[in-house]
């Protein structure tokens, strides 16, 4: 069982920076898919960024053509950290957003945090 804990959502105006951390804690398996899902009311959620990690090694991001160029995704594998640094937000940007984590080879065991508010004003 895996557990995560988002922080750092909050109010900020149009064109703004914001980082969200995801403190991760529990069993780990050593290739996993970390990510970022954001939901918009009314919305589906949709994937944000993600990074995939074998053996404590980071080799291969992703991230929504709408973020690129504006939001980096981050990890630390010695501490279970996830991070997303956001700059110049839009207030399309605003959802809550959602860590995730994902067994690569056992999907159906994939943990969800409670998420964060992000809210952007124009």
């Known amino acids: 069982q895996v557990q995560l804990v988002e922080s750092g959502g909050g109010f900020v105006q149009a064109g703004g920076s914001l980082r969200l951390s995801c403190a991760a804690s529990?069993?780990?398996?050593?290739?996993?898919?970390m990510g970022w899902y954001r939901q918009a009311p009314g919305k589906q959620r949709e994937l944000v960024a993600s990074?995939?990690?074998?053996?404590?090694?980071?080799?291969?991001?992703n991230y929504a053509d709408s973020v690129k160029g504006r939001f980096t995704i981050s990890r630390d594998n010695t501490k279970n950290t996830l991070n997303l640094q956001m700059s110049g937000l839009k207030p399309e940007d605003t959802a809550v957003y959602y860590c995730?984590?994902?067994?690569?080879?056992?999907?159906?065991?994939?943990?969800w945090g409670q998420g964060t508010q992000v809210t952007v004003s124009s």
């Open positions: 995730n984590l994902r067994p690569a080879l056992q999907p159906e065991q994939t943990s």
């Open positions: 990074i995939t990690t074998r053996d404590r090694t980071n080799y291969q991001t």
């Open positions: 529990g069993t780990i398996v050593s290739f996993n898919v």
